[in-house]
């Protein structure tokens, strides 16, 4: 995985770089993955989740 780096334009803001840096992580999926992965989770505890989201998503392609 490469690693992500904004450089700020001209006159641009550091908060507006950290604003660009986050729609980037949040396109990528990392944020979301970091999160998941900050705590240990069973397989058992894996698999019923991902169940779950499967059912989830069934039950609403059916109601479309």
């Keep these: 995985m490469a690693m992500i780096q904004i450089r700020l334009k001209r006159g641009e803001t550091v908060d507006r770089g950290l604003k660009r840096l986050k729609k980037i992580l949040d396109k990528e999926g990392?944020?979301?993955?970091?999160?998941?992965?900050?705590?240990?989770?069973?397989?058992s505890e894996k698999r019923r989740r991902k169940s779950a989201r499967a059912r989830s998503r069934s039950m609403s392609r059916r109601s479309s």
């Excluded at 990392?30 to 397989?43: C, G």
């Design 30 to 43: 990392l944020m979301k993955q970091i999160r998941a992965n900050r705590y240990f989770e069973k397989p």
